[in-house]
């Protein structure tokens, strides 16, 4: 007898966390999971109600807004109007709890203190859903409570007894301890129909696992429930939903674009490569990435150095970050894949015919794109410890990002454009020829995957031996370890002027935290993620700009040593770009799918403390423990594990390292480790988890996508390249992305006669435990971890030398918070 397997339908309010929900759903229960986001039956009530025709149950998910806003629910606010045979077992989670409990009559208000990435004990009912559960300890996330009558302490007459102002909802849990907002109304149901809910996030990595056991125990009562009134389940497979098909399509139609690309480009013979990688691996102890690009001698306007390798002060990076550098070859025929999110349109690119082939293409999922071209250059057998063979490397910008969360900003890079073409937001590089030094062995990868190259690799081998002996080695390395500080010094140096930037105006900043904690308190957002843009102006150095570019990186290598530094220099059709970079933060790597399959690893970083006199290390631990920093990092450690949960699957994530303190050259920041393999059978990529995290969490804030939309109503203008990642994917089908901060970008053509002008971004996270003060202060930290490089420290300015507007616009920001505070006790400390 064939057993028939329950079906649950989990509707999406675009939460951040609603992956992990879906695997503690499939790991806890023996069911399957179908997923709608809850804005596609909005104004199709009647479609809906035959829709759940196909299950047994379903999840309300949690997410941004407010269920007094009709849109935030979408078709959630549906389930509670089922009458009669169509009412299946539904469990609300966060926003679904609270719309429940709002559809039966309670209201819903704000918080004093909202409880983002707070974890707290949950006292249950001895009952129900919670028969013989002990306390535990749960993940909040929410601004927004549920008002009814609720009692004063956990002494009151009988906290579980069902309130006047709400007959059908009957408390099932609270939190009694929670000092500034009084008793919070954790889990409840309907007192006849088969509706439970919870204010907490079960599946939070900071949930006890008793936290867990509810869903198990949901599930029993549901299960109860359809035993007593069964309902006729449509069990022929559930529709595609319209999101579905339309996503199908789109990868369906960018893969067959980028097989047609691949075929009007075989002819020429860039694209050629073998299937085998060509390589020979040597012994040359202490080489540096600068050297080796050095002795490499590259005439072209064009370079791809990812630096790891030797911090400022001589002693090596952590294994498992800074063990190798790459330096990428780039030829003037070399292809180059260009994206642009405001034309949708894919261009392959070379210096040599300017425009191998452009097609319009509107539309193009551009990660699709990249599997099947990665798919046709797909080689194998190079040296297993070298992670790279060859294969795209560049950059994939945060506006590309935004796309992929259908988030679209007014502006892109377009506007800044000059001429004809935009500036591309992903730009990836074809990489034949590499070297890669494993600076913990001293072993130097020399490899290409051109046809016949051998003659390529004996050159280089020469050169690197003939340019490395000793006395050469000496000169390359003093020229590494003392920049040429002549532009970028802060001493006054009358023959070339000084570079010069605009610290970000703390005013515009601070009120601009204060925007973010309105949304956060308004339950739009948990956190958000703030950044300003600084620009930079140098003057003309009269060399090229990869010469001074790479003046640049040398300089920020040694103010700022990062193991994921990099310097590109990458041309488009009428522009090209120079990025220095010392980013501390791995946003993704897999690994090569071999005998093993893919690992794929995600560092994000929340939680920071600038180093300075008087700040030990004890003093950065004492901060980044407290509840603000840990909170910061929970949510995006979360979010990460929502972002690969989606790729890998239920059972498939862990998080290995939670919340540890990492030391870098002028910051200490709080880590998490989030790790997962994607299964052999799932046909899944490094790809596709790639394509499926961005925009860095770390970058956002959560839930991602409200609060992109809010963070790009509030910020200047497009983030571009910071924020964004930078890094390659293997041919031999492994990758690693850093996200791009304290980093510095300048496009060619933003340069004048009298010189260029660099951007660098800085920000950090807002929650509501923020001090507007401390924010900026750490997003000027930051900021200077860049400056450093030019010279340049960005300080707060002196109250007495603002202008008249300033200090008008700084009274009315007094006035502001004053308001906040009055409104919201809680935020007083
Ligand atoms: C926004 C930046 O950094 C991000 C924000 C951090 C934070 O909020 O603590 C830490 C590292 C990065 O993920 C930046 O460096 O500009
Ligand atoms: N996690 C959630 O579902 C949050 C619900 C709601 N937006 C709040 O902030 O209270």
Redesign the pocket.
Known sequence: MDIIRKRILYIDAYDSFANNIIALLKTSLDIDVEVISHDEYTSREDEFHQYLGYFDAVVAGPGPGDPNCAEDVGSIRYLWRLQGEDILPVLGICLGFQDMCQAFGAKVVRLDMPRHGVVSEVQPANMDIFQGFPKFTVTNYHSLHIKMDNPCSAADLDPWSIRQSCPQVRPLAWDFKDSRNGPVLLAARHTEKPFWGVQYHPESICTDDVGNRIISSWWKSAMQWLNQNPRRVNRKPVPRSWNQRKLDEYQHMSSRLAASHIDQLKAVEALKSTKTVQGQILQLPELTAIELYQALNLSDDEAIILRSGKQADGKLFNEELGRFSIVGIVDQDALHIQFSVHSQQVNIFSRKTRDVVRQAAHNVDVFAYLEEFMAHIHSNQGASESPFWGGLAGFISYEAGLRTINTHPDCTMESSTRGRFVRPDVNLVLVQRSVVIDHFTDTVYVQSIRPEDDEWIQHTIHQLRHHLDLASRTAIQMATRMPNTNSITNKPNHSSPLPQTITPDWISYTTKILACESAIRTGSSYEL?L?STTPIHTPSTHTTPLSSGLTLFKSLSHTNSAPFSAFLRIHTPNDAITIASSS??RFLSWSRPTTKPSTCQFR?????VRKGPGISRADAETILNSSK?RA?NLM?TDLIRHDLHGVAGPGNVRVSKLMQIEEYATVY??VSVIEGALPQDSGQTGIDVLASSLP?G??TGAPKRRSCEILSMLEDGPRGI??GVLGYLDVGGGGDFS?V??TACRWDGDSTEEGDVWTV?????ITVQSEAEDEYA??LG??N?TLGAFGLKAEKGDREDWTKEQREKYGRLVKMEREMNERFPGRRK
Request: proline share 9%; with cysteine.
């Open positions: 993620c950044t501390p933060e994000p970083i929340k939680g920071t920093e910061e995006i920041q709080l860095p770390s970058m910071y924020s996200v901060i304290r971004g800085a920000g950090g996270a750490e997003m930051k900021l971890s």
